[in-house]
């Protein structure tokens, strides 16, 4: 069973940055494509990033191209979101997925889920 922990989540100021990071248990991760999604109070799941398994190719939201980077790092099992200039409407639990056959933007590409950190940005 492969399982996700996000972390680096917390209480910002509008302008700031933080990095959030999601360790895998999959000692294959290399073999899984990997994304970010967010969830604001009240509001659907929404597309963050994605990462292909070798770091290759990048997809990102439009809300969050400029700001958002995704990477990885296969030899530590751990994707990253580095995420600058927060804005108020950022404010979300994020969460960490991945998959072994499937990359995009919809959630039921991924099979495999984290439990999510809270981002709040203050104004």
């Known amino acids: 069973q492969v399982q996700l922990v996000e972390s680096g989540g917390g209480l910002v100021q509008a302008g700031d940055s933080l990095r959030l990071s999601c360790a895998v248990s999959e000692r294959t991760f290399s073999s899984y494509n990997a994304a970010w999604f967010r969830q604001a109070p009240g509001k659907e799941r929404e597309f963050v990033a994605a990462?292909?398994?070798?770091?290759?190719?990048?997809y990102a939201a439009d809300s969050v191209k400029g700001r958002f980077t995704i990477s990885r790092d296969n030899a530590k099992n751990t994707v990253y979101l580095q995420m600058n200039s927060l804005k108020p409407e950022d404010t979300a639990v994020y969460y960490c997925?991945?998959?072994?056959?499937?990359?995009?933007?919809?959630?039921?590409?991924?099979?495999?889920w984290g439990q999510g950190t809270q981002v709040t940005v203050s104004s």
């Open positions: 997925a991945a998959s072994r056959d499937s990359i995009g933007w919809q959630r039921y590409s991924y099979g495999y």
């Open positions: 990462i292909s398994r070798s770091g290759s190719t990048i």
